[in-house]
């Protein structure tokens, strides 16, 4: 499934089923103007709606500020595509070419970002995303290891080697998940004390390789954690995510005067994002996966 920020997640959503998409690319600006001499609309536009609309800054050339900042709109100029914001919260750093902005008025970016969140928790468990972490590290003469948070399925675990890459899994029947709280990894031991001269009995992956000190990589599945910055990424289908959050944000603004619009169009969304549902995931679990946490 292909990932897809939250950014872009609200972009899409205003777009598509919110039809209420204006933004761009900055050709240039200040700290208390966005220009882009594409913006098609007439002069003052945007000043003194209901609600207010403002700029926000969506993504910039080189990741710093301005980015995720926004600021009501005061004036607007077509002749010259220039956005003024109010001078009482200017950018902290002027936006420069290539930055890209959003102008909102009938939704505000937070509001739909919560949305996005609210469909992502609603999720059953077997939503699952793939999730991999190397920051577990080996420990001589140990058998259990706490295993990091979120993982609900883990597929395969590797020790690093001596030239920090991962080679090697250590084979799946010889470790076992332990459903303890939290979860621990147990490798198998070969009990020294069933040891007897001149007998091979096998050597397990435990008492020949275990190396003090190498991290282990595990990878599995987790369940898709809240997008909590515009660049947190979603694994799950978007157009699933993006029509059912849009859906949520029209019934929330269902009232007496509008029902009829509001409640029929939020209705049409929803419908939408089941037909999206089926492929909401992209999760094959290998025959060796091995689930954390009781089932």
């Known amino acids: ?14 777009r598509v089923p919110l039809r209420a998409w204006k933004g761009g690319v900055v050709d240039s600006g200040s700290t208390s103007t966005v220009v882009d001499d594409e913006r098609p609309e007439s002069d003052d536009t945007f000043q003194n709606t209901t609600p207010v609309s403002v ?3 969506v993504s910039t050339t080189d ?5 995720g900042e926004q600021s009501r709109i005061t004036d607007f100029t077509q002749s010259t595509g220039t956005i003024t914001i109010s001078t009482d919260k200017p950018f902290t ?15 505000d970016w937070l509001e739909l970002a919560a949305a996005v969140n609210l469909v992502i928790d609603s999720l059953p468990e077997a939503a699952l995303v793939p999730k991999i972490d190397e920051t577990m590290t080996a420990q001589a003469d140990t058998q259990e290891y706490t295993l990091p948070n979120g993982f609900r399925v883990i597929y395969r675990i590797t020790q690093e080697n001596g030239d920090g ?8 029947d010889q470790y076992t998940i332990l459903d303890t709280n939290p979860p621990k990894l ?13 007998f091979y009995y096998g050597t397990l992956w435990y008492n ?18 809240k997008l909590e910055t515009d660049d947190d990424i979603c694994y799950l289908n978007p157009l699933y995510i993006v029509f059912k959050a849009a859906s949520l944000v029209l019934a929330s603004r269902v009232t007496a005067a509008d029902y009829d619009s509001f409640k029929i169009r939020a209705q049409e969304l929803e419908r939408q994002a089941e037909t999206y549902y089926d492929n909401l995931i992209d999760t094959v679990l290998l025959p ?3 689930f954390v946490g009781a089932r």
Do not use: C, W
């Not at 990741?63 to 980015?67: L, T």
């Not at 890459?165 to 799946?172: E, L, N, S």
């Not at 147990?186 to 001149?198: R, V, W």
């Not at 020949?208 to 954690?225: N, P």
């Open 63 to 67: 990741g710093a500020a301005p980015k």
């Open 208 to 225: 020949s390789m275990l190396s003090d000190g190498k991290h282990f990589r595990i990878e599995g599945f987790a369940k898709q954690g």
């Open 165 to 172: 890459d991962y080679v090697t899994p250590i084979p799946p």
């Open 288 to 290: 060796d996966s091995k």
């Open 55 to 57: 700029v926000r800054i």
């Open 93 to 107: 750093v002027a936006p420069g070419a290539g930055d890209t902005y959003a102008i909102l008025s009938e939704y």
């Open 186 to 198: 147990k490798l198998y031991q070969f009990p020294s004390e069933l040891d007897a001269e001149g």
């Open 1 to 14: 499934m292909a990932e897809t920020n939250r950014a872009s997640l609200i972009e899409m959503m205003l």
